[in-house]
């Protein structure tokens, strides 16, 4: 018996998902992938061929080096969010890395460098104060000296569509567009796709939605789950009434119980806020955690669970399409993202129906 929890990763439903996504932009817009953070932790060297074979022709990282890995394994464009490294300018442009450059220094320098002999993108700054030119910055763009395939710039609130910094990050980036007459622009993520089509510009970049996120947090997701945790019960014994589950004996038994022991704790991602809050799946019944998350361990009540279907090797639901990482997200004070991208490395991996 191994104490591994499993791990499952459907790639034809991560294609599926970005086929969603781009049929709801049409197809005047065109649908990028974030392949950030190994994929929000699902593993970029498996997903992103998968898409570029689904017809995705730019996939976005966050940094130099998660590019040089992916340029490994695909052919398409390549953008680094997180911009130009200073003096790689020649490694970005031979190995067709287009750098998001979010200032006036990294433009300068790429422009000093590359010139336009190679292409970039260029980030504007409409309401995040995060990465990207303001308005003030354009006046002292050498833009002439660029050869710019996108401008783009990025939303602080689009999971909240009443939230009036939407419009106000709309309305500044088109302002400043104005300087950039025939270069294709881009604002949208995720949930910025579902603000409506005037946010859509010609690409949308989303991530978390491809990895089943749900990008409308408020209505039912119009997006696939795609992973399907599981672990691995290790230990199950019966306790009296009274008898405390845990570290600082947070669940105290109200009823003689049974609790089974899972190979699963907050190092391999299950975050210890969860602890007494969030719900397991065994068949067809929920499964309460009781008792703090630990490093290698939960627990759960299974007194209510048939005795065969809780036995030491066999395997519990910890995440899937009933319960999923927006649902585990929630009941640990935090977002489906980083839930995805806390996943640990002790699950056995397994990549599914792979089409590629
Ligand atoms: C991470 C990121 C995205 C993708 O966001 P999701 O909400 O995961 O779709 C797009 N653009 C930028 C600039 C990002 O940092």
């Known amino acids: 018996m191994s104490h591994k929890g499993v791990l499952t990763i459907q790639l034809d439903r991560i294609a599926g998902n970005w086929r969603r996504l781009s049929a709801e932009v049409g197809a005047q817009c065109r649908t990028a992938a974030v392949v950030k953070a190994d994929a929000y932790g699902l593993g970029a060297d498996r997903v992103a061929p998968v898409l570029e074979a689904a017809g995705c022709g730019l996939f976005f990282v966050a940094t130099l080096e998660e590019a040089l890995a992916l340029r490994r394994v695909i052919a398409a464009d390549i953008a680094v969010l997180n911009g130009l490294v200073p003096g790689a300018s020649s490694t970005y442009a031979q190995q067709r890395l287009l750098p998001v450059l979010n200032d006036g220094a990294q433009a300068g320098e790429w422009a000093a460098a590359i010139g336009r002999g190679a292409r970039a993108i260029l980030q504007l700054d409409t309401g995040m104060s995060r990465l990207g030119l303001p308005p003030e910055a354009l006046a002292a763009l050498a833009l002439e000296r660029l050869d710019l395939a996108l401008v783009m710039s990025h939303l602080a609130c689009a999971d909240e569509p009443e939230h009036p910094l939407n419009a106000r990050q709309h ?144 395997l519990v639901e910890l995440l899937g399409e009933r319960y999923g990482v927006d649902a585990l997200g929630r009941d640990s004070g935090t977002i489906g993202y980083e839930i995805l991208t806390s996943l640990g490395s002790r699950y056995e991996r397994v990549h599914a129906g792979d089409l590629a």
Request: net charge positive; proline share 6%; with cysteine.
């Open 171 to 314: 309305g500044r980036f088109t302002a400043m567009l104005a300087r950039f007459p025939g270069i294709p622009a881009s604002l949208a993520a995720s949930s910025g796709i579902f603000l409506g089509s005037r946010f859509h510009f010609d690409l949308v970049r989303p991530g978390a939605a491809l990895y089943g996120v749900n990008p409308v947090p408020n209505a039912a997701s119009p997006v696939a789950t795609v992973i399907r945790l599981e672990g691995r019960i290790i230990q199950v014994r019966e306790i009296d009434s009274g008898e405390a589950v845990g570290y600082g004996a947070s669940f105290v038994a109200s009823r003689r119980s049974r609790v089974a022991t899972v190979a699963v704790g907050y190092a391999d991602g299950y975050l210890r806020a969860a602890g007494n809050q969030s719900i397991t799946y065994i068949g067809e019944h929920s499964v309460p955690v009781i008792g703090r998350v630990s490093m290698d361990l939960l627990t759960l009540d299974v007194t209510e669970i048939p005795r065969d279907m809780c036995r030491p090797g066999d």
